[in-house]
């Protein structure tokens, strides 16, 4: 569990953290000197046996507050610190909007310095706190009233803590994993450690992994959680990580640790469900600079919006990022104005690797997964990669495939994810198109496959199940590589009688495979392909290779050839050669025929059984 602390400056947040753990939170030699906090501190929270809380102390000075909003990003409980001698502030405010924006999933005021106000004024304050949270949208219960300077509410506040961890829903350790980064150091006899929230996904000592947005190829060398050494890290801990590979000036505070293997991609465009809050003084409108915070990282923004948002609104926008950021479907976002800086909202990210064009399927901005997926796919005309998933919809892997396989919409073409219209059009279409040829060519047996699938303009796997659909159906048949009709039967361009001369000459010259030119310049007949392809869809003979036919007696006799010389062991050219009598010329592609049927397999120059017994009929 992460406890994130909140709350406006010298409200005495590092202090609490300190009665709470006995770590002193200022470890900046400026803080000291300031009094102040001015960068993220952490320290372990032990609540439990085996429940162990990392805590983050952020700044509440306004000036600092995108360094607090780095500390916030990911925390699972907000520790909202008010003073009871001054009551609610304006970063007290401004904070809240950051957690409610976050979605923090618990929150905790607590009232300090309980010590320095009479028991009137701090009923009050209480009372007032109150009803200040009791319309947020994250859930705070009673505020715990604490004094660090006396111990008083401290063991009531561990209670409450400890309470809030146990009912924590543990993270999914097979999602993908990510660790944005917000503390970055050089350790002697280590090397470059990289420190933060693990908010998915996990990774293990000597993985290969990188660094985003800058793309560093690394090697993890070794992973501690509050001090324990790890062999793998848990999703939802602060977790420090030793590389290897890279320079600790390589990296800074808002990249992100992924593994190598996982889809993440660095982009400039975000499309988001932007909400501005009640407190905005002014509405949000098209082309607005504002900074976008994102994780641990603040990049700088043009807004495109159709309609300006109003303070208390919500709408879909494009996010133009002027730096990279590492995001994931569901993430969520914290606005503040260009100038005069304030928080005046945030939102949720809806498709985090949106193409140029901003068009807005229905169901884009749904919180129901699968109504989401059915319009990222939808936008994106020839699908998108499976393995992209994840990343897109910001579920686990496993969740994923869940959806997509319980899809009435969706299926699945090789590695993509394609609506089932777009497969149900095409295969249409690729009817359309071999009828069209069959109307160009009436006298060939049909259109090579290969020259099918690149007639339309989609990816190859896409083509590759819209011809199996169109299969399926019974509208196409394939055979020899060639798509006809089903109920195409090509026009004969020969005879009856100079078909019957076609076969009965492949039937006499045995093994020894005569070409269709050889066997039309033989027999006086101006084109013998096309008789010898009606043949061989009538079973009569099968193609060898292009152009060469036997026919099927032949080849069952050479198949059985095969099979009484590979019972011994290998299966040599030269052995053939010797019990058939064929030259090279002939035998290379019987062999090669052979291993397309599955008869034999090739191991060098040679080739070995894989079919003992039986034989396919055709190549």
Known sequence: MIIGMAGHVDHGKSTLVTALTGRPMDRLAEERRRGITIDLNFAPLELAPGLTAGIIDVPGHEDFVRTMVAGASGIDVAVLVIAADDGIMPQSREHLIVLEQLRVAAGLAVITKADAADPEWLALVCSEVAGWLGSSTVPFGEPVVVSAMTGQGIAELRARLAELGSAMTHRDSGDLFRMPIDRVLSVTGTGTVVAGTVISGTVESRSLARVLPPDLKVRVRSIESHGASLARSRPGTRTAVALSGVERDEISRGDVLVLAADPWEATTRLDAELALSREATVALLDRMRVRVHHGTTEVMARVRLDRPLEPGTSGLARLNLEAPVVARGDDRLVLRSYGPIAVIGGGWVADPLPESRRRAPVGLTSRDPATRLDALIERRRHGVELRLLPVLLGLPPAACASLLQQSATLTAAGGLVVQRGLIERLAADLVERVAAFHGREPHDAGISVETLRHSVPVPDAVAAAALAAAEGSGSVIIHDGLAALSAFRPAARVSDADRERLVAAVREGGLMIPSAVELAERLGIPDAEPGLRQAALAGEVILVERGRYLAAEALEGFARLLREVGSAGEITPGALRD????????????????DRTGI???????????????????A
């Open 600 to 618: 034999t397999r090739r191991e060098g120059e040679g080739r070995r059984l894989l079919r003992p017994a039986g034989m396919p009929h055709g």
């Open 579 to 594: 019990r058939t009598g064929l030259s090279r010329k002939y035998l290379i592609p019987l062999l090669e025929w052979a």
